[in-house]
T-cell receptor, first 112, second 112 residues
Framework: GENVEQHPSTLSVQEGDSAVIKCTYSDSASNYFPWYKQELGKRPQLIIDIRSNVGEKKDQRIAVTLNKTAKHFSLHITETQPEDSAVYFCAYRGSTLGRLYFGRGTQLTVWP | KAGVTQTPRYLIKTRGQQVTLSCSPISGHRSVSWYQQTPGQGLQFLFEYFSETQRNKGNFPGRFSGRQFSNSRSEMNVSTLELGDSALYLC???????????FGSGTRLTVV
């Protein structure tokens, strides 16, 4: 299967709170899971990625967790700031090199 | 290191015309993939080229075609444009191992 379900589609949090976005995939051959941030009118920007041999990866306020058994992976943003407001996309690469499958995106709004 | 460069940034075309978009990948990257982004459909995969060969293809009609040159630069062509082809067209390049997909700023195509 090629589907990736991303939830929630919109997320509003207060500055300083945490935000969690979850994606579920169906392709058991998936081995690479990047996350992208897209600000209005700009290109999607890779913010963090994880490979299938790792369960968690952290980069300052951003972390990604992967549960291969349950086939889901999540993005965690702590101490959110207004500049974190953007659309976030999860993606995975299956057994086919060169192609990413994207979730439908989560509009994150951080209120000051 | 220069990023992924897409030209032109904006295009306005009339129904029935054709258009060619260009993408120059990050130096050393041999994989170039193309995506169509619309508010309703999200990021849809068009095709991917590696070493001048189309390696993957999405579910788009034959009006959408592409090619890759020996310097890894890629072009995408859309013939007989339709109103529904209006979208942001993004290309991404990745390294040989298929990680670190980096997107260009995109070409905003408007068909009138």
């Amino acid at each position: 299967g090629e589907n990736v379900e991303q939830h929630p589609s919109t997320l509003s949090v207060q500055e300083g709170d945490s935000a969690v976005i979850k994606c579920t995939y169906s392709d058991s051959a998936s081995n690479y899971f990047p996350w992208y941030k897209q600000e209005l009118g700009k290109r999607p920007q890779l913010i963090i990625d994880i490979r299938s041999n790792v369960g968690e990866k952290k980069d300052q306020r951003i972390a990604v967790t992967l549960n291969k058994t349950a086939k889901h992976f999540s993005l965690h943003i702590t101490e959110t700031q207004p500049e974190d407001s953007a659309v976030y996309f999860c993606a995975y690469r299956g057994s086919t090199l060169g192609r990413l499958y994207f979730g439908r995106g989560t509009q994150l709004t951080v209120w000051p | 290191k220069a990023g992924v460069t897409q030209t032109p940034r904006y295009l306005i075309k009339t129904r029935g015309q054709q258009v060619t978009l260009s993408c120059s990948p990050i130096s050393g990257h041999r994989s170039v993939s193309w995506y169509q982004q619309t508010p309703g459909q999200g990021l849809q995969f068009l095709f991917e080229y590696f070493s001048e060969t189309q390696r993957n293809k999405g579910n788009f009609p034959g009006r959408f075609s592409g090619r890759q040159f020996s310097n890894s630069r890629s072009e995408m062509n859309v013939s007989t444009l339709e109103l529904g082809d209006s979208a942001l067209y993004l290309c991404a390049s990745s390294d040989r191992a298929g990680y670190g997909y980096t997107f260009g700023s995109g070409t905003r195509l408007t068909v009138v």
